[in-house]
């Protein structure tokens, strides 16, 4: 389980990143993050995961969490693997090395993220999106209860953006907590039991089936938004349709 209660965070100016930001997220569910550019989103993932410390309010883990960031390189050519088996040092003992157990982990993470044969790669001659991947199962090796994610399909493609809501779905169902940040509306619809809202001076919570209208995506972005209905396998869903000749505002 993961807590927030009256999250704020700035950079010691008189402005705001964000305040007063309060939303839980059990086991078994999902809270997406959405919001323009320079709303916070990112900032209030690093403040989950222990990477900022909040200006105020508290953020309470009931566990240790599993961290995905945006891949941006690495100056460092390990492996894939080794990238990986990086998730596993909660587990290993301190002057230890990675054991059999640590790295059928983290061939397993590899394997269920689909990228067992980039094993051997150097992580610097991945692709943006097969770094993003690589980043991922590194979290799932970790085994926490908790998953943190900071825009995971940064770089994927439309088939690779499929394949990890569906992993992360199956994580969810596993009893996993997930918080992830994201561009895209349609991953919040399809994953998350509820939504964040970050604009710029105004964060809302609340369930996605509720607040994630036409009329506040619309407003949020800034874009006209309209949303349509689908069948899905049986399961009835939406998806997000921009209206690029109908702008909302001039920025």
């Known amino acids: 389980m993961l807590e927030l209660a009256g ?22 569910s999902a809270t997406a993050v959405l919001g323009p550019n ?6 209030l993932i690093r403040c989950v995961a222990g990477l900022l410390d909040p200006v105020e309010g508290s953020v309470h883990r009931a566990d240790t969490v599993g961290y995905v960031p945006q891949a941006h390189g690495s100056a460092f050519a390990y492996h894939a693997l080794d ?3 990086m998730g596993r040092a909660r587990q ?3 002057f230890r090395s990675p054991g059999a157990a640590d790295r059928l982990a983290a061939m397993s993470a590899m394997e269920r993220v689909g990228i067992g044969a980039l094993a051997d790669r150097p992580f610097p001659t991945l692709s943006g999106g097969e770094q993003q991947l690589v980043l ?17 399909s940064t770089g994927l493609d439309l088939k690779n953006q499929v394949r990890i809501m569906a992993l992360l779905r199956d994580l969810m169902q596993d009893g996993m907590a997930l918080l992830l940040s994201t561009h895209h509306p349609d991953h919040a619809l399809y994953l ?3 939504v964040v809202l970050m604009g710029r001076g105004s ?49």
């Open 192 to 194: 998350a039991d509820s």
């Open 7 to 28: 999250v704020g965070f700035g950079y010691g100016g008189p402005e705001w990143v964000f305040r007063n930001v309060s939303f839980r997220v059990a086991a078994g």
């Open 92 to 94: 290993i003992r301190v």
């Open 83 to 85: 990238m990986v088996l």
């Open 136 to 152: 991922i199962a590194r979290a799932i090796a970790a085994e926490s209860p908790i998953l943190v994610l900071d825009e995971p």
């Open 38 to 43: 320079g709303s916070g989103k990112t900032t």
């Open 203 to 251: 964060v809302q919570t609340g369930r996605t089936d509720t607040l994630l209208t036409d009329a506040a995506l619309s407003a949020l972005y800034g874009v006209g938004v309209n949303t349509i209905s689908y069948d899905d396998g049986g399961t009835a869903r939406r998806a997000v349709v921009t209206r690029f000749d109908q702008p909302t505002d001039s920025s």
